[in-house]
Each structure stands twice: as structure tokens, then as C-alpha cells.
């Protein structure tokens, strides 16, 4: 369900919406108990709330701290991936006029073929889905190395250390699938103690009493937004390839256009 929301909702829109159905949730039962619970204006039990509130509080920022700095360390460790890829690719495009004309040719140009495909096979790639193309493409770069043949000592050595890039681009670019189609967002156990922790403090914000209501609501939608902010950035944060702060194919996309003739 998330995934489906990440993928199809714009960002602001699941902002806002979050925003208004937690806010505007929260204010009906803040009012239907203020109705209902006169005490409550009266604040007979400001009491105990004053004493668990600041423990629920201290809690709930605690769990949505850890699991946000968890999820933000997925996205950068996928990142990072995505960079070593794009960097290997790069390296293999700084070295390739070394060799011949030929086969300088056949390697820019499979390299080309390979950062044109891997891009396009984004959008699949971000769930986990290779494409033909783009493992066509790699095994064509494999094959234009395994065929050249150095003529002297600088094509050996470039050879050498280009037959290594490649490895490290394969592994990447591996990795970068496997994580991908791993990366199946917070379980339903922690999604259960999020929505508690956060109904919790939601309920100790409403039944706190006041008998200023401006002031009462103008508090609860202030820890309604808070609230709601935190669900947001969990949920885009849930999947390092998909959403607002997912990683980029920018450093595929860097290759091509170092690969590609000038316009």
C-alpha cells in the first residue's frame, strides 16, 4: 500500500493530505470530547497528563528519530551504489582511448549502449526489474573487452585495471537491483507502533484541558502537523529508489552525456 502511494501520490499532495485528515480527524474527536467531557475544559486532569505526555513525547521522538535516521541511511547506502556504478562507467570512458581506433569505437560505443539502457531501465530497475536491454547491453561491453588484444605495455596495464572497473560496475549494478527488490518498506509491526505512538500523543494533546479552546485547537493542530510530517517522511523515506528523496540515475546519466558527440 505504501509503495502504491509513494510511486502514484506527488509529494505535496500526500503532505497535505496527511496534514488535513490527521489535523482535521484529531480536532473532531479534540471537540466532540470537549463536548461530551466538560471536566476536560476544566483540566481536572492536567495532572496525570502532564506527567505521561512528556514521557509519550519523549518516546514517540525517540522511535520516529531512529527508524527516519535508518531509512535515510538506506537511501544513501543505495546512492552510493548508484554512484560507484556511474563512477566505474566513467572511469571505463576516461581509458578508452588508449587502445586503438577500433576498438576505442567498439568501447564507446558499448559503453554508450550500456548508460543509454541502464537509464532507461530505471523506472523497472527502482522495483527490482532488469530489462533485456540493459543486460544485453553489459554483456556486449563484457564481450568488446574480452576482445581486444593490447599491442604494447599502456593497453596491457589499461586493460588491466579496465577489466577490473567493469567487475566493479557488474557488482554495482547487482547490488543496486538486489536492494531494490529487497527494499520492501518498514514491516507491519513497525508501521502498528508508528500509528500507536502517534495516536497516543495525538490523545494526550486533545484531552488536555484548557478552557481557551482557541488556544487548545491552535496546540493540537500544531502536534497534528508534527505528527503528520513524521508519517510523511517515513513513508517517502521507505523505498531508497522511489519517491521525493530516492536516489538518481544522474550518475548513469553523466556518462551518456560525456559519451555522447557534442551538439
Known sequence: MTRWIVINLPPWLLLAGLVVVIAGGTAIVQA?????????????QNEIAQFLFPVIAVVYGFLIGFIVLALWGQV???DQTTRTEGAMAAQLARGHEVFGTAESARIRQSLLAYGHAAVAEWPSAAVGQSTPEAENALSRLHRTYESIRPRNDTQRSFLTSSVASLKELSIARTERLLEARTNIGPPLSLWMAI????GLVLG???????????IHYGMVAAVSVLVAT?????TELSYAFLGEFATSPEPLRAVVEALSPPR
Not at 32 to 44: S, T, W, Y
Not at 195 to 198: D, P, Q, V
Not at 230 to 234: I, P, S
Request: no cysteine; proline share 3%; aromatic share 8%.
Open 230 to 234: 513524521n508519517l510523511f517522511l517515513v
Open 204 to 214: 494526550f494533546s486533545a484531552t488536555f484541558g484548557s478552557e481557551q479552546a482557541l
Open 195 to 198: 500509528l500507536l505512538t502517534s
Open 76 to 78: 544513501n547506502t543505495a
Open 32 to 44: 466532540l470530547v470537549r463536548h461530551r467531557i466538560p471536566r476536560v475544559k476544566q483540566g481536572e
